[in-house]
């Protein structure tokens, strides 16, 4: 019999335990022998559930414990999680989590502990939810050098783009959705402000390149600025607008950045909707690929930690998942990147026309008609110094959304 702990029993831990015992039968054939949950660590008391009687309040109780080999780490935040993760390694235990803020923050470190002690630090779900992502990287494209990894990476974000493109539906009111139905993080400006989105893509960057791509060095930017106008203009251009958290390669360097893209019809990811996720992702063997599923939620993404259980009781002594160095990379400078702008301004065409293309150079007006006091425009491919020092020259822009 293999005990394990589960640290938290919010969303996901609760997650984990219905995953366990509903699928019990075949999980145990395929680990070889029977899971059992021994503990489950919260500070709240859950009277009447048939968890009660596994609930303690001392982590002390679970790393002491000899009997524990597996530790699912499903609280998440840094601390204390980081502190148990770690000493729950040194203390010869495997350890599963889907935590996304403690794997982009101390992956590389706590991947190193695991690997010297010959033990398994698994985070499947901290990126995308129940699809996997993290282990066809890390294992069976090893053969390809990955050139772009483009990704819908956050749920709550698309699934509030999906309500407003399709319902035209209020900001606030959407947010709320999602939080109701257990989408959103505790603090929902997580999603919003693209931080959680950011944390999943260096994970992935990590992965791929074998070095720390620090969280902190991709430039960020959410959908809180994003609204009904701006998606008026996509559908009148045939795009949508969507939340992409991407990493290329280019020639030696990689850029990496998260930010509302529009998206045209022809792209793949044009047609993910509501929670789901999906990750695109390109190899110089490969060629395309697409990742897709429910990239949020108590029992995808408890799906994904219970794999890495199975995986973790499977490969006992022995440290399956690939590691990155603890040096970080260093990323393309966002001004050399490339790719078109779509520009909103204020004023009439025929005012500011001739300016914009001395300026721009080649451009795509794109008009309302219900708006008679602003138009956008489209410009060619230019790299991000270009375009803010050309758009310095132009205050009545009111809105930039860069294209896919
Ligand atoms: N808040 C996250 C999302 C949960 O909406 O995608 C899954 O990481």
Redesign the pocket.
Known sequence: MIKIAVLGYGTVGSGVVEVIHTNQEVINQRVGEELDIKYILDLREFPGSPVEHLIVHDFEQIVDDEEVKIVVEVMGGIEPAYTFVKRSLLAGKSVAT?N?ALVAKHGAELLAIAKEKNLNFLYEA?VG?GIPIIRPLATSLTGDIIDEITGI?????N?MMSKMYHEDADYDAVLKE?QAMG???RDPS??VEGH?ACR?IAILSSIISGKLVDFEDIYTEGITKITLDDIQYAKAMNMKIKLLASCKRDGDKLCAIVAPHLVSKEHPLYNIED?F?AIFVKGNMLGDSMFYGS??GKLP?ASAVVGDIVEAAKNPGHSVMATWDADKLELEDKSDTTKKFFVRMKGAVSEWKEQLQEVFGRIDIVVLDNKHDEFAFVTEIMSEGSYFAAAKAFPQICQMIRVK
């Open positions: 889907s996304k901290s939810g990476l956050n749920g709550t974000t699934y999602a989408y959103a993080e997580a999603d959680d999943k929670v996720n990239g949020a993404t």
